[in-house]
């Protein structure tokens, strides 16, 4: 078994990210059982960008809530940057998703009542970094995603281009192994599209490990590498969306 | 994350919801202030009583004649003379009873006083001299009764500012004359207003006469040897047991009574009268203080209620929190910083309350309210306590949300 996928020998020399071995994800409801995932081994490597695809129903959901520690496979392992997180406490999940992921949503999910500097702040409020050192770090990353000018407005103030890159400051401000964006442009109109999955491009050209899922061609043809979910397998992995799309 | 940030937190989320949080706070806020209010309204009735026990004289005894038992009949309370003005000279003597200070024996009757053509029907008490000291009497104009009055068996009065008002009207009574059983009295003074009464008797409408000239000259009788009462003064408040057991032992003595339970008087002191006001006080005051406990109880459930919706309302915030890393411990003392918060504030709006209205409220009812800071201190610490035992369970309820299921929430 080919536990490093078909670019693993590519990537051999680099620094394992993700490792899921026979990963399986059940849920009950009242008496049936619905397998999400089915036995899913996939492997990502520092510095990759892969966007997890695939029509609703097909269990990208479910494998982005395991990557990001928000919810524990049922089978297999999960090691997150060497680390087996599949049978961790609830703490140190908590931990694991405050210094080892940064999320950017589809709904933003920014807090209404914090400005954008707080709301960039709050997982490192989260990791116990010092007042001097949250602010400055903040507004690096405000910087970054060019809303410098923007520190002190609340999320209803900006409008949704502006606030999903609230959000990947506020993903990328714990400098985390791995970013996880799940639809991250679900909600945004095409320039503001453009914008965001730009931000992330750049994000991976500077070195850092981003996942995407999405169910949009055109969206998943920004990653270098697409892993196409299908009825809870992984369906197809190729490095480009072409190889699906025909 | 620290302590600041999650206050901060907490009242962020207080503030963002206004008109709930303060609906929740006015639930807290009516407790405390019941609470304080029936505290200092319990408090300021027993300083009333204490004030008017002790406007009755201070370190007072009062001896009255008890029951007798006579052919294995036992009499009632009063039912027998058994007090004399020898049993009272007795206790005047410092070898006997070193700590009284001062005894007063009284003998009471009614009694019709004519000046002209008015007259006025009052309590007229046949005392010596230490009687004003012992019940802690002062003149208004005047002079109150001498040892020499008593020597003499003077035909004089002292009246009480109510029986003067009666007889005379806002004319200085003193150098007058008025006519009691046909013996005429010269009024050598009036009493100050005692300021309050016991019981049904008015302390303010009486006419003190000498002791001797009561027993020789207007009553007749039994009222030659009998008293009604003696009143004695203890030298001090820390000799007043001491000096109950004197009086005690000499009565007993001098009745030859060997058993302390036949005796045939009744010592009272001020701190049994005391002692019977305050337990009735207290009833009341428990009963008030515990139906502001239910109300404080029902602001306490208003809190969980409150949380409990915000736990429900803010399911993606809590969600989105823990994706960033929030530990279930830093949910639980977020929403629990929120519930002591609003507990806090509720009780210190409360006490606000309560000292204003403490302040107020005299003016309305006829009863004076004490503030006392325990009773508010308390009840502060109680409405932050109220706010976090309340806020327990929906904490760790918003604390076991997973945060999947939480994000999942539109």
Known sequence: ?246 | MNWLDTVKTGLDAIRSHRLRSGLTMLGILIGIAAVILTVGLGEGAQAQVRDQINSLGTNLLVVSPGSVTSGGIRGGFGSANTLTKADADALGSKMVAPDVAQVAPSTQSQGTLTVGSSNWTTSVVGTTPPWAAVRARKIDSGRFLTADDENTAAAVVVLGPTTSQQLFGAENPVGQTVTLNNVPLQVVGVLQSSGSSSGTANNDDTAVVPYSTAAQRLFGGNARTSVNAIYLSASSSGTLSAAYQEVQNELLNLHHITNSNNADFTITTQESLLTTANSVNKTLTVLLGGIAGISLLVGGIGVMNIMLVSVTERVREIGLRKALGARPRVIRRQFLVEASVLGLAGGILGALIGMIGSGVLPNFINSPVTLSPTATVGAIVIAIAIGLAFGVYPASRAARLAPIDALRTE
């Open chain 1, 1 to 246: 078994m080919d536990l490093l996928g078909p670019y693993g020998s590519d990537h051999s020399s680099r620094q394992e990210v993700i490792r899921l071995e026979r990963v399986s994800k059940v849920y009950r409801t009242g008496a049936f059982e619905v397998a999400a995932l089915r036995d899913v081994d996939l492997t990502i490597h520092d510095g990759e960008f892969v966007a997890i695809a695939g029509p609703s129903g097909s269990g990208k959901s479910t494998l982005m809530h395991i990557l990001g520690c928000l919810d524990v496979p049922t089978a297999g392992r999960y090691y997150l940057a060497g680390e087996d997180v599949s049978t961790m406490t609830e703490d140190d999940l908590a931990a694991v998703r405050n210094r080892r992921i940064g999320f950017v949503f589809q709904q933003f999910n920014l807090l209404p009542s914090l400005t954008a500097l707080r709301n960039v702040e709050l997982p490192l409020a989260y990791s116990g970094a010092p007042r001097h050192e949250r602010h400055e770090r903040a507004v690096r990353a405000l910087g970054r995603v060019g809303l410098a000018d923007r520190l002190e407005h609340r999320p209803g103030e900006l409008s949704g281009g502006q606030q999903q890159r609230v959000a990947v400051a506020r993903a990328l401000v714990t400098e985390p192994a791995l970013i996880l964006a799940d639809e991250p442009t679900g909600n945004l109109d095409s320039v503001s599209t453009r914008d965001v999955l730009g931000l992330l491009q750049d994000l991976h050209d500077s070195g850092r490990t981003v996942v995407l899922i999405t169910h949009e061609h055109d969206v998943a043809s920004a990653a270098g590498r697409v892993v196409n979910m299908l009825d809870g397998r992984v369906h197809q992995d190729a490095d480009t969306v072409e190889v699906w799309t025909r």
